[in-house]
Every structure is written in structure tokens, then in C-alpha cells.
């Protein structure tokens, strides 16, 4: 299952208001009905998802085009596909 590329959920970050100290597990394949988080939709695949620990509570960009470079978090690579 080389070269599988991740669906995209969306060609924007989802905005998601985190707590402190809590951990999050980020859809990286993009087909979870509980985006931008894991809901096990990647079993069979070669995706997995990705830990995001909030260090402060506040807002978050997570990426949602799941092709970003910084992990869970946005880095506008949604703007180039």
C-alpha cells in the first residue's frame, strides 16, 4: 500500500478549541466522519493517525486538506492543491 494518498476532508483548517493537557488523535487519511479526528476509518490502510497534545488551551488550526507539513497542524499547503 505504498504511494496511498490521504482523501481531503477539506481545502481549509478546521478551527478547534483545545484544552490544556488533553490529548488529540488527527485523522491523517481523511475519511473519518469525525474530522478533524481519528474515528478508526484508516484501519487496512497505511495511514495512522497523528497525536497533537495541547500545550495551552485556545484555538487550533488543524490541517484539513491532510497534505500539510507540520503534522496535524495547518501550513497552508491546502493552497497549493
Known amino acids: 500500500m505504498p504511494d496511498q494518498q490521504p482523501v ?4 481549509s483548517p478546521f478551527v478547534v478549541e483545545v484544552e490544556a493537557g488533553k490529548t488529540y488523535w488527527w ?5 473519518s466522519d469525525l474530522q ?4 478508526g476509518s ?3 490502510s497505511s495511514f ?5 497534545k495541547a500545550n495551552e488551551s485556545g484555538s487550533v488550526y488543524f490541517c484539513g486538506c491532510k497534505h500539510s507539513a507540520n503534522g496535524a497542524l ?3 499547503s491546502h493552497e497549493k492543491l
Open 48 to 52: 495512522t493517525p497523528v497525536e497533537y
Open 36 to 39: 478533524p479526528f481519528c474515528d
Open 27 to 31: 485523522c491523517s487519511c481523511g475519511q
Open 74 to 76: 495547518c501550513d497552508g
Open 42 to 44: 484508516h484501519e487496512g
Open 8 to 11: 481531503i476532508a477539506q481545502k
